[in-house]
């Protein structure tokens, strides 16, 4: 791969963003801060915060989507910092961890900040009033990266421990903790389809199902440490950047890996970042190089060499940039490679060699074709011959030369033989079924007795005969369920033209049920589904399918009748709703409304909370998120108080209070020190108070003021 374009910026790149106004971000080590136009690179505009970054495998430094914010740790790791972008202005600090702050981000809808920790802790700070929101499910390690699904409903940590942590911020509830890993997870990223891909410090890239928690494939061909992970803008392609300076290249749908040498270069990979406009890969280093590749680099010479018809050179040309083989034009040569394979097999069982010759010519110079014609040559040596057995009906002979020889099963030859085996055997079968007709199916079945995979079926249907009947009986009275039983306890019954009915049956089935989904008619297609429930290869997907239809139907309904408690309780349950364009809406909603609501939580307004939230207190599935508002909303009331200087048994009331509605949270265990500071003869200890819970909190808790 060759490099399209480049800049240094003498210090280690520690950060590359495409903005939502699509310029590309550009942070270094000393916090220099550059923003350039993403097609002719000329510098847009920049900064300096002079935040010297001694380490930056983790994510020392982010910034907001919309570029209001940005987050930065200090330089000796004991705070995280967030400013306002334009002003340059602090808006807080967070220094309550015990130990280094390990990494930073900010969600993607530009909500909260979150600061992580060597104490396994992360806090969310809201972008605007700097205020302390809530905090996530707690490592028992340090937490190494921190990622979000795009839609912003999602949040992972992932830490020394060896875990992952998913939290939903729709919900404000933690989803589950993905346990796979042999050694401390160093870098997550959510990708598209409800995956998350995480990379340990032994080099293990697992790519996990967000919603089952399972692990969906473990990557192979890692040998080095990696440091950034990025995808193309269509996610077909994942690029992991490593500490030797290697890029890897895999298919996000094969999970193949397509290049363990991509690019390489000469330095440590501190940075990766994909620009959707002009589809290149962008490269930071530790030397303060950027580095720009264009992805599909050759895709106009490979238009070029197949006018040509020059495959050989299209092949080289995809093996120096394997991404071609993804496109149209490679497509086009694929194509009509297999379409002149398929007439030269067709020309060599007519015994017209000189034309396959003729048909392969354009591509005998590409090696991985070439050794496909000569096996195909090769194999087709003995195919006169095995003609020749097949029109004396020495069926055995014929029979162990097509096994020796797979490619003439492909042939017209070999689907007569088994054209005829079939009528053969359905004649049988109907003598077989009868007490007097088994000398008959033995007389009519005698030609095929020598031939291995025929002698089987023989012998079973001869001595199995009221089996089999059971078998088409059940099958014919689409008593399928009694038809796996058997086939169960006899498996020679999958050897029958009935399985394989059977089969073809449940296929044109599930494709009907899908086509109806698709329209619209989920009445037809859980009635379909139902008939599937008993067929064993398909019933864990038909479970899944029915649940997932009907959720839908009740979720859609519910938001026609303009029924928001079952709409967002099914959200809830069934996240996957939650991608649904409906869905979407409803979570924008409800994002504009605790926008709003926050807005006054952080004045301590608990009125103006109420009213913004209201539609939403009779939805059980928004209590967490709720009680996380009210709760920050109640804290500003007791830090306000204190700064009033009000009574200690006030104090001592607002923070029972709090106790009893929320439990021990860090919040108010940190206004607590600062109580202590200012009321030391108070004897209130907060292990001894009678403690509430976030998950048990309702909104008929609320008071206007958390003193009272």
């Known amino acids: 791969m060759e490099v399209v374009d480049s800049k240094n910026i003498k210090e280690p790149v520690i950060l590359l963003k495409i903005l939502k106004n699509n310029s590309l971000l550009v942070v270094d080590s000393e916090t220099t801060v550059r923003y350039f136009d993403t097609t002719s690179l000329a510098l847009l505009d920049g900064f300096k915060a002079k935040i010297h970054h001694r380490r930056y495998k983790s994510s020392m430094v982010a910034f907001s989507d919309n570029n209001a914010n940005f987050v930065s740790i200090t330089p000796d790791c004991e705070e995280s910092i967030l400013f306002n972008t334009s002003t340059k202005k602090i808006i807080t600090k967070v220094d309550r961890h015990h130990g280094e702050v390990s990494c930073v981000g900010i969600d993607p809808s530009c909500r909260y900040m979150f600061s992580c920790g060597e104490d396994g802790k992360t806090y969310a700070i809201d972008l605007k009033s700097g205020k302390l929101v809530f905090t996530l499910p707690v490592h028992v390690d340090t937490i190494n990266d921190i990622a979000f699904s795009k839609n912003s409903n999602w949040v992972a940590t992932a830490s020394y421990d060896k875990k992952i942590s998913l939290f939903n911020l729709a919900t404000m509830s933690p989803k589950i903790k993905l346990k796979a890993h042999a050694a401390p997870v160093m870098k997550i ?14 080099s293990t890239v697992i790519i996990w199902n967000i919603y089952s928690g399972k692990v969906l494939e473990r990557l192979q061909g890692v040998h080095d440490d990696v440091t950034q992970i990025t995808t193309s803008s269509d996610e077909k392609f994942l690029f992991l950047g490593t500490d030797l300076g290697y890029i890897l290249l895999y298919d996000l749908k094969s999970y193949e890996i397509l290049s363990k040498h991509y690019i390489k270069l000469h330095s440590t990979i ?73 007439k030269a097999k067709i020309a060599l069982q007519t015994g017209d060699k000189e034309k396959a010759i003729l048909l392969f010519r354009h591509f005998k110079n590409v090696p991985s074709k070439n050794r496909i014609m000569q096996k195909v040559m090769l194999e087709y040596v003995d195919f006169e011959k095995f003609a ?106 999958k050897e029958f033209p009935e399985y394989e009915t059977l089969n073809a049956y449940a296929d044109t089935i599930y494709i009907k049920s899908k086509k109806l989904i698709e329209i619209g008619d989920t009445h037809s297609a859980i009635k379909l589904l139902r008939v599937l429930e008993d067929f064993s290869d398909f019933k864990e997907e038909v479970k899944e399918l029915i649940l997932s239809i009907e959720s839908r139907q009740k979720f859609f309904n519910a938001v026609e009748e303009g029924d928001l408690i079952l709409a967002y309780n099914l959200m809830s349950r069934f996240e996957d709703l939650q991608d649904t364009k409906d869905g979407t809406n409803l979570q924008k909603e409800w994002n504009n409304d605790l926008s709003i609501s926050n807005s006054y939580a952080v004045d301590g307004n608990i009125e103006g909370v109420k009213k913004s939230l209201d539609k939403y207190m009779k939805i059980s599935s928004k209590y967490k998120p709720l009680a996380t508002v009210f709760g920050w909303c109640y804290m500003v009331q007791l830090e306000n108080a204190l700064k009033k200087k009000v009574s200690r048994i006030q104090l001592e009331n ?9 439990g021990l949270q860090d919040q108010i265990e940190n206004f607590f020190k600062l109580f202590k500071e200012h009321y030391p003869e108070s004897k209130l200890n907060l292990e001894h108070l009678t403690q509430g819970s976030i998950s048990m909190w309702r909104p008929s808790m609320i008071e206007n003021s958390i003193l009272d």
Do not use: C
């Open 189 to 202: 990223r959510f990708i598209n389809n409800n995956r998350l891909v995480s990379v340990d410090k032994n």
């Open 270 to 342: 501190t940075a990766l970042e994909f620009d959707e406009q002009t589809q290149r890969l962008i490269i930071g280093t530790e030397d303060g190089s950027l580095l720009f590749y264009d992805i599909y680099e050759g895709q106009d010479k490979l238009q070029e060499l197949l006018r040509q018809k020059d495959f050989e050179a299209m092949q080289k040309e995809a093996q120096n940039n394997p991404v071609l083989r993804y496109t149209d034009i490679f497509n086009l040569m694929t194509n009509l490679w297999e379409s002149v394979l398929h």
């Open 388 to 493: 020749a057995l097949a029109r004396d009906s020495k069926l055995p002979l014929a029979y162990g030369l097509a096994n020796k020889h797979p490619m003439y099963k492909e042939s017209n030859t070999y689907k007569i033989l088994e054209a005829n085996w079939k009528k053969a055997f359905l004649q049988a079968q109907k003598y077989a079924l009868d007490p007097k007709g088994a000398e008959r199916a033995k007389e009519i079945l005698s030609p095929y007795r020598g031939i291995s995979e025929k002698t089987k079926l023989i012998q079973e249907l001869l001595t199995k005969g009221e089996v089999y009947k059971r078998f088409r009986v059940s099958i014919g009275q689409k008593d399928f369920r009694i038809s796996f039983e058997l086939i169960k306890l006899n498996p020679f019954l």
């Open 654 to 662: 607002g923070i029972k209070n709090y106790m009893l509605s929320f």
